[in-house]
């Protein structure tokens, strides 16, 4: 996976574009331009060299013909972004203060997936902090209005399984996940269907630990959707890819 060079050469473009990117950003022209460019079977770079406390802004390139998501993983604060295909989003990201490695997922729901270690090293001379990032993400459909039916579905190694196949209606909907596994963490995805067969993650109750139960509600228009847990190896302690293990199963909203 890892590609010394190909790094190496993607480190000196950014390190190149940067002052120009820095001239017109704003209240970010402190922070350290960072891109990530996703094609349908992979993103790059593998990996990111970065200070402990530094600050840095993504910018995620979709060049591929599918959605993709970004989002940090084992307690890395980068919220999900959806980048759309063909389109190019950016969100902010401060580096732990501490020695070590973050991890960033770059997917397609139900398909590719890499995962981009951050490597802290040595400490940042900076100062202040101005939080967490300014993206705008998946999980949109995220809503606190009162649910209109309740779905509960159990997590197990490796199946997903909703009480029923569809809803009774649209609109809000609880989706409540046990994860009945006994020792390996699980997640719950409700990805629909988009005309073209891509999905848009509309939520997730995300790193059940084994025996753990979580919630969600979603507000969702009528359409095919499908239920998955996305943790690929790397992952929350995994070794394999989730959905292709077979956790993905369709469901409808009416
Ligand atoms: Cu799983």
Known sequence: MNRPSLVFALSLAVMAAAPLLAACGGGDSDRRVVRIVQADDACTPAVIDAKAGEKLRFEVKNEGKKDHEVEGIDGTKLEELLVPAGRTRKINYTVPGEEGVSKIKCYIPGGSSTIIEVRISGRA???????????????????????????????????IEPERPAANVSGPIKFMAENVSPDHVHE?????????????????????????????????????????????????????????????TEFAIP
Do not use: Q
Request: aromatic residues 4%; negative net charge; contains cysteine.
């Open 125 to 159: 001379a900076s100062s202040g902090d101005d939080g967490e990032g300014d993206g705008g993400g998946a999980g949109t459909r995220i809503t606190d209005k009162a649910p209109l039916d309740t779905i509960r579905v159990r997590l197990s190694d490796y199946k």
């Open 188 to 248: 719950l995805a409700v990805l629909r269907v988009l005309e073209d067969g891509a999905f848009e993650n509309t939520g997730e109750i995300e790193d059940l630990d084994p025996g753990a139960s979580g919630e969600i509600t979603l507000d969702l228009p009528p359409g095919k959707y499908v239920l998955a847990c996305v943790i690929v190896p790397g992952e929350a302690g995994s070794t394999v890819d989730h959905y292709a293990e077979g956790m993905h």
